[in-house]
């Protein structure tokens, strides 16, 4: 579980195909710190610790996270988000994120605004469902709070501090991103599904 508070960025020196999944070294300042078995959240993307060697870490993502996130988009030399998992005797900054990927948005406008930065997105129409005005979303991980939706696209502001200390800042239009939308939101749209589908019997 995470909050969608990026502690560091990682920098991903090496891709290794193994049939259809593929095995990612990721330097970052937090790779010693890592513990061979843990849990980390790259991009948005919980990924387990593989092994730790020399300011590095090893994690694997398999098939079926390749499809759903951006990490089949990852090249080597690109930078992601790394966040540890929550710890349960502190302060909840962001959001619950459980660092599975919903879907991937696409960047459609970067506006360089004075201070600060307005990004739009557009998505799958059939999550529409699961995203409110002024909600959270986890985006590559990082908690953000949403605005100026429509069906199919929203937009988010980033400050100074998120866009120097994320990997915010290499989004470009055309750019792929991670999408998880609130937990609370699933659960709740899960839970009218299944109250129509009954009522329609």
Same mark, same amino acid.
């Given at each position: @579980? ?6 560091? $960025?990682? =920098? ?13 070294? &990721? ?24 092994? #730790? =060697? ?5 994690? $694997? ?6 499809? =759903? *996130? ?5 090249? $080597? ?8 998992? @929550?710890? @349960? ?6 959001? &619950?994120? +459980? ?5 991937? !948005? #696409?960047? %459609? ?12 997105? $557009?998505?799958?129409?059939?999550? !529409? ?7 959270? #979303?986890?985006?590559?991980? %990082? *908690?953000?709070? &949403? ?5 199919? !696209?929203?937009?988010?502001?980033? #400050? ?22 609130? @937990? ?15 009522? +329609?019997?």
């Amino acid at each position: @579980m995470f909050t969608g508070i990026i502690e560091a $960025t990682g =920098k991903i020196d090496s891709i290794v195909s193994n049939g259809s999944n593929k095995t990612f070294w &990721i330097s970052s300042p937090l790779s010693a710190e890592f513990k061979i078995d843990q849990s980390v959240s790259h991009d948005g993307v919980c990924l387990t610790v593989e092994e #730790i =060697k020399e300011g590095g870490h090893r994690v $694997t993502a398999i098939d079926e996270t390749l499809k =759903k *996130s951006n990490a089949g988009l990852w090249a $080597t030399g690109g930078e992601v988000n790394i966040e540890r998992c @929550m710890q @349960m005797n502190g302060r909840l900054d962001g959001h &619950i994120v +459980q660092g599975h990927v919903d879907t991937t !948005a #696409i960047c %459609t406008n970067v506006q360089t605004l004075e201070g600060s930065w307005e990004y739009r997105f $557009t998505f799958d129409k059939q999550f !529409a469902a699961l995203i409110i005005e002024k909600g959270s #979303i986890s985006l590559n991980g %990082t *908690s953000l709070t &949403i605005f100026n939706i429509t069906e199919n !696209a929203f937009s988010v502001a980033i #400050i100074p501090y998120t866009y120097e200390h994320t990997s915010i800042k290499h989004i470009k239009k055309g750019s792929v991103v991670n999408l998880e939308f609130d @937990m609370v939101g699933k659960y709740v749209t899960r839970m009218l599904q299944l109250q129509n589908a009954t009522y +329609q019997r």
